[in-house]
């Protein structure tokens, strides 16, 4: 699967205040960079054209942050109130993020 194809947007929650996505591993969240690159800014702006808010710098207030490598529910506050109200709760440490790493054991071929 091509993670940067616009079309490739998993949508987890939408309510009128938040958009919870699923964000593949190797995907940058967001670039000012001048060539095209995939990102998932690209693919909410793809997929959600009529959310995006030219007041902020990206279109889109995303709620917290994850690594280009790492894949995971991703949230995005749909208006400035929200916003507000998930930075307060992550400031306050009333919201957590847990991180689950799976290994996969492979036999030496010594």
Not at 10 to 16: E, I, L
Not at 64 to 73: E, I, K, N, P, Y
Request: positive net charge; hydrophobic residues 35%.
């Amino acid at each position: 699967m091509d993670a940067g194809r616009t079309e490739n947007l998993s949508v987890v929650y939408q309510s009128q205040d938040f958009l919870v996505v699923n964000k593949h591993w190797d995907l940058r969240i967001d670039s000012r960079m001048w060539r095209e690159t995939p990102t998932l800014q690209k693919q909410l702006r793809h997929r959600f054209p009529e959310l995006a808010d030219p007041d902020t710098c990206y279109g889109f207030r995303f709620c917290h942050q994850l690594d280009f490598s790492t894949s995971g529910a991703l949230c995005v506050a749909l208006n400035k109130a929200a916003a507000g109200r998930a930075y307060k709760c992550f400031k306050e440490r009333r919201v957590t993020k847990a991180y689950l790493a799976l290994a996969v054991r492979t036999r030496n071929r010594a």
